[in-house]
């Protein structure tokens, strides 16, 4: 993508949040802004890739290039229901984060590590 593509794309995504931000932490993202897609955790909510990607203020083409994808292969992750692990992971990293897995039993969670 070249630069004033990317530029573009970036500034597309600003408008849409309302101008630029800076997001260091949850308390910095606007959560109202985000779709919720199904009931969650206890203590939370499950939310799409799109939404959080959105709220984030990244576009698909600043992940694709952080994650070392294709710009299509984000929107494809994006849109499906199952993928890897590893993905999931490339992508939470590029958003700056980490994916967290949990499993559930007998009413308690147990966090794994990936």
Do not use: C, H, N
């Not at 199904?38 to 799109?50: E, I, M, V, W």
């Amino acid at each position: 993508m070249g630069a004033t593509a990317k530029t573009t794309a970036k500034t597309t995504a600003k408008k849409k949040l309302g101008g630029e931000r800076d997001v260091t932490g949850p308390e910095d993202i606007d959560w109202s802004r985000v779709k919720v897609i199904g009931r969650g955790l206890k203590k939370g909510r499950r939310f799409s890739l799109r939404a959080l990607r959105t709220v984030l203020g990244k576009t698909q083409a600043e992940i694709a290039e952080t994650a070392e994808m294709a710009q299509g292969d984000v929107s494809r992750l994006e849109a499906q229901e199952d993928m890897k692990l590893s993905t999931l992971t490339r992508y939470a990293a590029a958003l700056g984060g980490r994916a967290e897995v949990t499993i559930a039993v007998g009413g308690r969670r147990y966090l794994i590590d990936v």
